[in-house]
Protein backbone atom coordinates (compact mmCIF):
# COMPACT_ATOMS: atom_id res chain seq x y z
CA UNK A 1 0.00 0.00 0.00
CA UNK A 2 1.24 3.91 -0.68
CA UNK A 3 0.12 6.95 0.58
CA UNK A 4 0.50 9.88 -1.96
CA UNK A 5 -0.31 13.55 -0.95
CA UNK A 6 -2.70 14.87 -3.35
CA UNK A 7 -4.01 18.22 -2.73
CA UNK A 8 -4.40 20.31 0.33
CA UNK A 9 -7.94 20.58 2.30
CA UNK A 10 -8.67 24.03 2.19
CA UNK A 11 -10.42 23.85 5.75
CA UNK A 12 -7.24 22.87 7.64
CA UNK A 13 -5.19 25.97 6.30
CA UNK A 14 -6.48 27.28 9.15
CA UNK A 15 -4.76 25.19 10.99
CA UNK A 16 -0.84 25.87 10.81
CA UNK A 17 0.18 22.49 13.36
CA UNK A 18 -2.02 19.97 11.40
CA UNK A 19 -1.04 18.33 7.69
CA UNK A 20 -3.38 19.92 5.51
CA UNK A 21 -2.70 17.49 2.76
CA UNK A 22 -4.91 14.73 1.16
CA UNK A 23 -3.72 11.30 0.84
CA UNK A 24 -4.71 9.25 -1.47
CA UNK A 25 -4.07 5.50 -0.65
CA UNK A 26 -3.66 3.82 -3.69
CA UNK A 27 -4.94 0.31 -2.82
CA UNK A 28 -8.44 1.67 -1.43
CA UNK A 29 -9.04 4.38 -4.15
CA UNK A 30 -6.53 2.49 -6.72
CA UNK A 31 -8.60 5.22 -9.77
CA UNK A 32 -8.45 8.77 -10.10
CA UNK A 33 -10.34 11.11 -12.43
CA UNK A 34 -9.27 14.93 -12.93
CA UNK A 35 -12.15 17.06 -14.62
CA UNK A 36 -11.99 21.17 -15.02
CA UNK A 37 -12.28 23.44 -18.02
CA UNK A 38 -9.48 24.55 -19.96
CA UNK A 39 -7.03 26.96 -17.50
CA UNK A 40 -8.73 25.06 -14.43
CA UNK A 41 -4.99 23.65 -14.08
CA UNK A 42 -5.69 19.82 -14.72
CA UNK A 43 -2.47 19.09 -16.24
CA UNK A 44 -0.51 21.31 -13.47
CA UNK A 45 -2.85 18.54 -10.86
CA UNK A 46 -1.94 15.53 -12.94
CA UNK A 47 2.00 16.30 -13.49
CA UNK A 48 2.11 16.65 -9.29
CA UNK A 49 0.20 13.43 -8.86
CA UNK A 50 2.54 11.70 -10.92
CA UNK A 51 5.74 13.05 -10.20
CA UNK A 52 4.93 12.19 -6.54
CA UNK A 53 4.29 8.48 -7.51
CA UNK A 54 7.68 8.36 -8.88
CA UNK A 55 9.27 10.05 -6.57
CA UNK A 56 7.84 7.91 -3.73
CA UNK A 57 7.50 4.31 -5.24
CA UNK A 58 10.47 3.82 -6.88
CA UNK A 59 9.92 1.23 -8.56
CA UNK A 60 6.68 2.63 -10.27
CA UNK A 61 5.95 2.22 -14.27
CA UNK A 62 4.07 5.25 -15.96
CA UNK A 63 2.42 5.12 -19.26
CA UNK A 64 1.28 8.89 -20.62
CA UNK A 65 -1.34 8.94 -23.14
CA UNK A 66 -1.29 12.57 -23.95
CA UNK A 67 -4.00 12.86 -27.20
CA UNK A 68 -4.06 16.63 -27.13
CA UNK A 69 -0.47 16.25 -27.48
CA UNK A 70 0.49 19.93 -26.19
CA UNK A 71 4.24 19.62 -26.21
CA UNK A 72 4.20 22.31 -23.11
CA UNK A 73 2.83 20.30 -21.10
CA UNK A 74 5.42 17.58 -20.98
CA UNK A 75 8.31 18.67 -22.69
CA UNK A 76 11.16 16.22 -22.27
CA UNK A 77 9.23 13.46 -22.83
CA UNK A 78 9.41 13.30 -27.22
CA UNK A 79 10.67 10.06 -27.56
CA UNK A 80 10.58 8.45 -23.93
CA UNK A 81 9.76 4.56 -23.43
CA UNK A 82 5.97 5.15 -22.34
CA UNK A 83 5.08 8.64 -24.15
CA UNK A 84 2.54 8.28 -26.43
CA UNK A 85 1.24 11.15 -28.41
CA UNK A 86 -1.79 12.31 -29.94
CA UNK A 87 -2.66 9.09 -32.33
CA UNK A 88 -0.13 7.18 -31.01
CA UNK A 89 -2.53 7.57 -27.90
CA UNK A 90 -4.51 4.12 -28.90
CA UNK A 91 -1.25 1.79 -28.96
CA UNK A 92 -0.17 3.60 -25.71
CA UNK A 93 -3.29 2.43 -24.19
CA UNK A 94 -3.99 -1.20 -25.74
CA UNK A 95 0.04 -1.81 -24.83
CA UNK A 96 -1.01 -0.97 -21.18
CA UNK A 97 -3.85 -3.41 -21.26
CA UNK A 98 -1.95 -5.79 -22.41
CA UNK A 99 0.59 -5.56 -19.29
CA UNK A 100 -2.21 -5.69 -17.36
CA UNK A 101 -3.53 -9.05 -18.89
CA UNK A 102 -0.21 -10.70 -19.12
CA UNK A 103 0.10 -9.95 -15.26
CA UNK A 104 -3.68 -11.28 -14.40
CA UNK A 105 -2.52 -14.50 -16.37
CA UNK A 106 1.10 -14.85 -15.47
CA UNK A 107 1.06 -12.79 -11.95
CA UNK A 108 4.81 -12.23 -12.91
CA UNK A 109 5.34 -9.21 -11.20
CA UNK A 110 3.27 -6.42 -9.19
CA UNK A 111 5.15 -3.17 -9.20
CA UNK A 112 2.91 -0.35 -9.54
CA UNK A 113 1.78 0.40 -12.98
CA UNK A 114 -0.47 3.56 -13.76
CA UNK A 115 -1.84 4.89 -17.01
CA UNK A 116 -2.33 9.11 -17.28
CA UNK A 117 -5.04 9.64 -20.08
CA UNK A 118 -4.56 13.07 -21.16
CA UNK A 119 -7.78 14.51 -22.84
CA UNK A 120 -9.88 10.64 -22.62
CA UNK A 121 -12.99 11.73 -24.28
CA UNK A 122 -11.50 13.84 -26.95
CA UNK A 123 -9.49 10.10 -28.04
CA UNK A 124 -12.54 8.73 -28.07
CA UNK A 125 -14.49 11.06 -30.17
CA UNK A 126 -11.15 11.27 -32.60
CA UNK A 127 -11.61 7.23 -32.67
CA UNK A 128 -14.47 5.37 -34.91
CA UNK A 129 -17.37 3.70 -33.24
CA UNK A 130 -15.52 0.21 -33.21
CA UNK A 131 -12.63 1.17 -31.91
CA UNK A 132 -13.95 3.79 -29.11
CA UNK A 133 -16.56 1.02 -28.05
CA UNK A 134 -13.37 -1.08 -27.89
CA UNK A 135 -11.54 1.55 -25.37
CA UNK A 136 -14.54 1.90 -23.02
CA UNK A 137 -14.95 -2.01 -22.93
CA UNK A 138 -10.89 -2.34 -21.88
CA UNK A 139 -11.50 0.67 -19.69
CA UNK A 140 -14.43 -0.62 -17.96
CA UNK A 141 -11.87 -3.72 -17.59
CA UNK A 142 -9.13 -1.88 -15.93
CA UNK A 143 -11.69 -0.15 -13.50
CA UNK A 144 -13.35 -2.71 -12.10
CA UNK A 145 -10.47 -5.36 -12.00
CA UNK A 146 -7.44 -3.97 -12.23
CA UNK A 147 -6.88 -3.07 -8.60
CA UNK A 148 -5.85 -6.49 -7.47
CA UNK A 149 -3.13 -6.43 -9.68
CA UNK A 150 -1.55 -3.15 -8.53
CA UNK A 151 -2.42 -1.21 -11.53
CA UNK A 152 -4.45 1.99 -11.93
CA UNK A 153 -6.10 4.70 -13.88
CA UNK A 154 -5.76 8.59 -14.15
CA UNK A 155 -7.74 10.27 -16.78
CA UNK A 156 -7.90 14.16 -17.32
CA UNK A 157 -10.48 15.64 -19.48
CA UNK A 158 -12.83 18.53 -19.83
CA UNK A 159 -16.52 16.82 -18.83
CA UNK A 160 -17.39 13.49 -16.15
CA UNK A 161 -20.30 12.60 -18.83
CA UNK A 162 -21.93 9.21 -18.66
CA UNK A 163 -21.57 8.18 -22.36
CA UNK A 164 -17.69 7.82 -22.42
CA UNK A 165 -17.31 5.55 -19.48
CA UNK A 166 -20.06 3.55 -19.75
CA UNK A 167 -21.16 1.71 -16.55
CA UNK A 168 -17.98 1.76 -15.48
CA UNK A 169 -17.83 5.83 -13.97
CA UNK A 170 -18.75 4.64 -10.41
CA UNK A 171 -15.17 2.47 -10.17
CA UNK A 172 -13.27 6.22 -10.01
CA UNK A 173 -12.70 6.18 -6.50
CA UNK A 174 -11.40 9.63 -6.43
CA UNK A 175 -12.76 12.61 -8.21
CA UNK A 176 -11.38 15.62 -8.34
CA UNK A 177 -13.21 18.54 -9.96
CA UNK A 178 -11.08 22.00 -10.66
CA UNK A 179 -12.59 25.72 -10.79
CA UNK A 180 -16.62 25.97 -10.64
CA UNK A 181 -19.51 23.56 -11.21
CA UNK A 182 -21.77 22.94 -13.96
CA UNK A 183 -25.56 22.67 -11.99
CA UNK A 184 -25.35 19.50 -13.80
CA UNK A 185 -22.11 18.01 -12.67
CA UNK A 186 -23.26 19.18 -9.40
CA UNK A 187 -26.60 17.46 -9.38
CA UNK A 188 -24.24 14.17 -10.52
CA UNK A 189 -21.43 13.92 -8.44
CA UNK A 190 -22.26 16.59 -5.56
CA UNK A 191 -26.04 15.84 -4.59
CA UNK A 192 -25.88 15.02 -1.22
CA UNK A 193 -23.19 18.06 -0.93
CA UNK A 194 -24.91 20.84 -2.86
CA UNK A 195 -24.86 23.43 -0.14
CA UNK A 196 -21.19 23.34 0.23
CA UNK A 197 -21.31 24.19 -3.52
CA UNK A 198 -19.88 27.61 -4.49
CA UNK A 199 -19.00 29.94 -7.21
CA UNK A 200 -15.83 31.06 -5.97
CA UNK A 201 -13.42 28.61 -7.22
CA UNK A 202 -10.89 29.71 -9.08
CA UNK A 203 -7.70 27.96 -11.06
CA UNK A 204 -5.96 25.41 -8.51
CA UNK A 205 -8.92 25.41 -6.27
CA UNK A 206 -12.22 22.96 -6.52
CA UNK A 207 -13.54 19.75 -4.87
CA UNK A 208 -12.72 16.26 -4.58
CA UNK A 209 -14.66 12.91 -3.10
CA UNK A 210 -13.30 9.53 -2.43
CA UNK A 211 -15.34 6.85 -2.47
CA UNK A 212 -18.59 8.59 -3.07
CA UNK A 213 -18.57 9.77 0.73
CA UNK A 214 -15.57 11.87 1.70
CA UNK A 215 -16.09 15.47 0.16
CA UNK A 216 -13.63 18.28 0.23
CA UNK A 217 -13.14 21.16 -0.90
CA UNK A 218 -9.18 21.45 -2.23
CA UNK A 219 -5.88 23.70 -3.32
CA UNK A 220 -4.05 22.28 -5.74
CA UNK A 221 -0.10 22.71 -4.05
CA UNK A 222 2.15 24.70 -5.46
CA UNK A 223 5.14 22.98 -7.63
CA UNK A 224 8.40 24.66 -6.78
CA UNK A 225 10.62 22.95 -8.93
CA UNK A 226 9.21 22.07 -11.73
CA UNK A 227 12.59 20.62 -13.74
CA UNK A 228 13.47 18.59 -10.94
CA UNK A 229 9.16 17.05 -11.32
CA UNK A 230 9.59 16.82 -15.24
CA UNK A 231 13.06 14.55 -14.40
CA UNK A 232 10.73 12.54 -11.92
CA UNK A 233 8.03 12.10 -14.53
CA UNK A 234 10.74 10.94 -16.70
CA UNK A 235 12.17 8.74 -14.96
CA UNK A 236 8.86 6.74 -14.30
CA UNK A 237 7.83 6.91 -18.03
CA UNK A 238 11.13 5.37 -19.06
CA UNK A 239 11.88 2.51 -16.32
Request: net charge neutral.
Amino acid sequence: MALIDLVIDEKMLMYASLSSYVRWDTQKSPHLVVSGVTGSGKTYLVKLIIGRISKYITDSQITICDFKGDNSDFSGLIGAKRYYRFDDALRGFNEFYDCFLHRQRYNDSMNFRLILIEEYASLLNYLPKSESEEIKRKLSSLLMLARSFNFHVLLSQQRLDAEYFGKARDNFNVVITLGNVSKEVRDMLFSSYKDEITPDRSRGTGYMITNGADFRRIVVPQINNMDLLNQYIKDAVDR
